[in-house]
C-alpha cells in the first residue's frame, strides 16, 4: 500500500502495518542521518504555523533539511493577519501551488482536514487545536516500540490533564489500535472526554473499568487513576479482573508512564481559577519508588512545566528527551513516504485492534451545526464554503459525530423525509429520545438542535415531543 | 540588454521586449519546474518583510528555492523593532554586504527605491505601501497572455478598490504599456487616483471617457463603470466611440475582470466608517450571466474576503488560483535574469505604447516636501539623508511628482532663481497660477509649498500671488 | 588546540592564537566567498533569537548558507510564548538533539553558557543581555586587525555607551587580551561598570589612569575621556605617562574610534528621563578634523541612530559598513570550526595579555544568589535546576563573580565551616570587611548575603559584626 500523495491528517489514517513500516525507515533515518539528503533535493515544503509550537516546527523543518529538501515558514502567523479574512481553503489552494508538501498547525479543530481537502498536495497535521497531532503519537509510539519491543499487551498510564492535550487524545486511539492497556490518571477536572471513552469502547472493541473513588485507588494501586482501558488482546486475567486484581496487575508493573503538561492555555476561566498543582502529586523520584515502576518508562511530550521533577533527567527510566530526540528521523521517515522518494513494504497481515464502522453521513441542511466553538466548521471565514457534515455514531441515545473535528453531541429533536415529502401536514418534528424517532432509517433522519429551528422549517411538534415535558433531556450518566 | 544586477521598483523598470523575454523564461521554468534547482545554487536572497504579507514572501522564498538557492527572511518585522531607529539606506547596505539579492517589502511609499539605491545588489520591490507591487503585475500580464495569447486591444474590467490597491496602480500602467483597453469599475469611494488618470493620458497617449453617472451606466452597459481608457492600439470603432457605442463595444465582450480586495488597512477613519460592500455588488454567476462574460477571466489578486463569490471558484472562466501558482515561476525567471544566472534575448522590436517624457528635476531645497504621508522621502530615520527631489510633470497647473512614491502635488507659490541672485530686492515670489509664474524656466524655478516658507526664506510677496486675494487657490475641477 | 565540538560563550573561550587562526581562515572564506558551499552541506544550525536582533540574525544565517549547510529559525520569540514555562536547559536539550550547531540570542545574561552546558553540541553566544557579544568583538578585532594589521600597541577610544552595551564590554576584554591601549571616552551617566575595569587590571595586567574632571581634559586632549586604559606591552612613554603627556600621546594619533548607540532598551527608568544626547557630542566630521584623527579607523557596531553622523558615510576613515560587512566570512569561519569541518592551525607561541587566574570556587547552599535582576541564575524557570556558583575574585573586599552571568558584587557576612561543625556552639557569622572574615580559608568559606540568612541558618553574630555599628558596609568610593 503505498503512501505516497497521503495526507495524514488523524492517527487513522495510517494502518497499523503502515505505522510499523514506517518505523522501519525510521530506524534506516536515523541510523545514517547524514546520508539522507539526497532525497528530498528540490523539494520544498511549507511549515505553515498558526499557533505558536517552536519545538514540533524546528522538528519538522529539521527533519525536511536532514532530508535535502527546503521550507517556506510562516510562524506564529495570527489567524487574521495572514489572511486578513481568507479563507482556510483558498490559502491550502495557493500555498498547495507553490510546494510539494505541507504541515500545518491551526488552532481551530478540524483545520488540517480542510487543508487537505483544497491543497492538492499532501498535508501533515502538526496539532489542530485540541483535535489530534498524530506525528507527536507516532513519536510516541516509536518510543515505545523501540524500549520495550512491542505495544501490544503493555499496561500504559496517562497522567495529568487528559481533558485539554491533544496528543493525549490520538495517543489513546494509538495504543488501543496496538492493543495496549490504558491507565487513566487524571488530574481531578481534567479526566478524558467521554466522547474518546466511548470512541474506545465502541470502535476499538475493548472494555473501561471505572474506579468512582479515585483517592482510595490511589493509595491502594499506585496511581491515582479513575480508569482502565483493557484491550481485547490482554491476557485473560488483565481482561477479566475485579477489581481486587487491578492491584496485583499493577504491581506487577507499569510498562510506561506518559506525563502530560495542564494545557492551560485551553482552559475554561473557571478552570482558570483553580490551582491544579496542589491537588496532584508530582512526577519525582519518590512517586516512583514503588517496585512497579522498576522498569517503567518516563515519558513527556515536552515542554513540561512542573509536573515532572528535574530530578529524574538523570534517572535511566526517563525517554521524554528521547522521544523529543526521535521526532526528527520519524518526521523524516513520514515526509519521505508522503512525497513518494521512499517506499516501504507494508506486512499483508493487519493486526489492528481497530473495528472499521461504516456509520451512516449525515449532511441535511436543516440547521444542525457543530456546537464546538472551536471547530472549522462554524467558523465565519469558513462557512462560506463547508457543509456541516457528520456521522451518525448512535441512535440511542441519537449522536452525531462531526467530521472535521470529531466532537460528539446528542441533539435533541429529529423528522423523517420520508413521512412528510409532499406532505405538509405531517410535517411533524419528535424528541430524538422517543421510541418513535429510533424507527427512523438513516437516510430519512432529519435533525434539529432546537425545537425553534424545527418550527423554522415548518415542522410541529409530534406527540413524541413530550416525552420529557420539562423540555430538559434526561441527561445519561454513566 | 542584460538584466543582471538591474533591479525592479515599478513595472516602468522593466520594457516590453524584457517582460516579454521573461515570460518565455517563465514558460520555461514551469514546463522544468524540477529541473532548474542547479542555477541558483550558492546564492542567497534576503526576503525582508516589513509588513505581513505571507502569500508574496512564500511565493518569492520558493522562487529561490526552486532554483537551489538559499533564503535569509526577516517577516513581520515592525519597522522600529528592526531598526531601532535605524535608516533604510543604513540597512540596505548591511544586507547587501551579506547577500545577492533582496526582496522588499515596506509600508512607506518609495522604500524600495531607497533599499535600491543604497544596497550594491539587485532589489525587487514586493509592494512599498500604496505605491507599486511590479512583480503581482508581472504575475497578472503573464496570466492574460497566456489565456489570450496577447495583451494589445484586449478591453480589461478593473472592479473594487481602485484607490488603494497598489497592484491595480502597477498593472493599469503595465496594461496601457502594451496597448490594452481599461474599463474602471470602482466602488464608489475608492475611485482610481487623478494623477493615475493623468498619467495615463500624458505618458501612455491614450484617452480617458469619464461617466458621471455610473448608475445608469451600469444598467446599460452591465458593469458599474465611471471612465474608460483607450489605448491609442484600439480599433477605430472602440478609440472613436461616442457614449452610445460602450454598449455595443462591451456586449461584444469583456476579456477580463479583475477583481480587487477593498485595501481596508489602508482606509481613512471616514472610509472605515462606511459599508462598502452592501452599496456594491459581490462578484458572482448572476453579475457574470451576459454574454459578454462568456469568455472573461475572472481575475483576483488574492486573498480574497467576500468580493468575488466562493461558487465561482469551479467556474472555468476562474483565473484567480492559476494568477497565484504562476506567480512562482515568473519569480523564479525575474530572479534568474537579475542574478545574471540565466540570459534572454529580448527583442529588438520595441512596440511599447510608453512615451518616456524626460521631465526637468527639481531639487533645490527650499522646503517643498512631498505631501505623501507614507513617502519614504519625508520619515524621521529617512530625512537625515534623504533630500526631497521631483519631476515638474506640468507646468500648467504647476505639478510636482516625488520621485520616490511618484505622488503629484500642486505647489502655491514660485519664485525665480535668475531674477534675485545677488539682488535681495528683487526676491519676489508668485503664485504658481500666475502668467508670469509660468514663464519661469525649469532650471530656474524655485518653489515653496506656502507663502510662509517664501517669506521664512525672504522673499515679498509679489502682485501675483494676489491673482486669488482670498488666499485660496482656485481648485481644478474635473 | 582543535576548536571543534567547543563553543564559544566569552571571548576569553578563544586563545589569542586561536583568534589569529579563525581570522586567518575569514581571510579564506572572504576571498573565495562562493565556493564554500560543500563544506557545511548536510548540516542544519538552529538560530534562535529570543530578542529582536534582525542584522546578527540574518548575519549568522547568511553564513551558514554560504557554507551549504541548513538553518532553523525562531526569531522574536517571547520568553514564554516559545517555553510556556520550559527551562532554557529543555529547551536547548531539545533543540540539540535535532541539530548540529546553535546560536543563540537571549535577553538573561549567562543564558548562552546554561545552553551550552545542555545542549550537547557546540553553541555560539549571540548576545545575552549585557553579558557578552563575541562574535561581534570578532568582527570588530578583524576589522582592526585588516586596517592596521596588528592590535598590539594600538590607541583604541571607545565612544558613547560603555555602560550597557555588551558589545563593548567583550571588546574591552579582546583589546587587552591582544594588548591594545583603550581610551575611555563614555557619554557622561554611560560609564564603563566598575567590575570591567576591576577585571582589567586584575586579570590583564595593565594599569587604569584615571581623569575626575573630564570636561577640562575634553578641551586639552580631543576626546572626553574618563580613563585610560594601558597595557603593560605599551611603549614605555605611554605606560609611565604622567598626565601631562596624554595630550601628547593622543595627539600623535588615535588608531581607531568604536562609537556606540545608547541601549536605550537596557536603561533605567531614570536614565530614560535624561536626554543624552543633548549632553554628548555627535561623531561628525567637525570632532574629527584635529591632525590625531587623520588615520582613525571610525568603527560602529551598527545601528546607528545619531550618534555618529551620516556626512561620514563617504569618509575614507569610516569601516563600519566594511565591519558589517565583514561579519560573514568570520561567522563562517567560526561556524566551520566549531562543526569540524575545517582545521586551523594555531601558532605556538602565546602572545596573550591576560593572566589565567584560578580563582576559589563558591558553591554553598547558604542563600547567596547573583544580584543581577538579569542573571539567568535567578530566573524562576531556571532555579529548579540550576545551583548559583561563583568565583572568590577578592578577599579585600570580598567579592564574588556569578559563573553564569560575571557581575561582580560583595556580599556583608561570612562564617567558616571550619569552626562549626559538629560544634553549633560555634556557629558564628562575622562582617566580611572583619580581619578575622579574611583569615576563613576559601575551601571553608560560608556566605550570607544577609544578617537575617544567617540567623535562619543558625548562625550568631560575632564580635566582628559590629565592626560596622550602623549596620552598614562602608562602601568603597574610587
Known sequence: MA???????????LSNGEIEALFSLA???????NEQSGLCSGKVMASLFF???????LSFETAMHRLGGSVITASDVGITSLAKGESIADMAKVVGSYVDIIVIRHPWEGAAKVVTDYAGVPVI?????????PTQTLCDLYTIKKEKQTIKGLKIALWGDLKYGRTIHSLIFALAKFGANIIFCPTPGLEVPEHVLEKLTTEYGGEIERYETPDTVVKE??????????????????AMMPNVNIKVELKAGVDALYVTRPQKERFTPAEEGQELKKRFPVVDKKLLKSKAFR????????????????????????????????????????IA?????????????DDSFIRRIDYPPYRRDFGVKCPNPRCVSIQETETKYLKPEFKIVNREPLTLRCI???????PKYVASSDWHEGRTATKKYHSAESHWAKKIRPENLIIFDSADTAEAHSFKPSHYVRVHPSGKKKMRKK
Open 27 to 33: 530506524d534506516e533515518m536515523s541510523e545514517k542521518m
Open 295 to 334: 522498569k517503567t518508562l518516563v515519558m513527556h511530550p515536552l515542554p513540561r512545566v512542573d509536573e515532572l521533577a528535574v530530578e529524574l533527567d538523570a534517572d535511566p527510566r526517563s525517554t521524554y528527551f528521547k522521544q523529543a530526540a526521535r521526532g526528527v528521523p520519524v518526521r523524516m521517515a513520514l
Open 337 to 349: 513516504l508522503l512525497l513518494g522518494v521512499k517506499e516501504v513494504v507494508v506486512s499483508g497481515e
Open 125 to 133: 497535521n502538526a496539532g489542530d487545536g485540541g483535535h489530534q497531532h
Open 221 to 238: 494501586v499506585l496511581l491515582p487513576l479513575d480508569a482502565i482501558y483493557m484491550t481485547p488482546s490482554s491476557p485473560h486475567q488483565l
Open 404 to 410: 472535521y473535528c470529531e466532537h460528539g453531541f446528542e
Open 3 to 13: 503512501l505516497a500523495n497521503r495526507s495524514l491528517v488523524t492517527i487513522d489514517d
Open 51 to 57: 499557533e505558536p509550537s517552536t519545538r514540533t516546527r
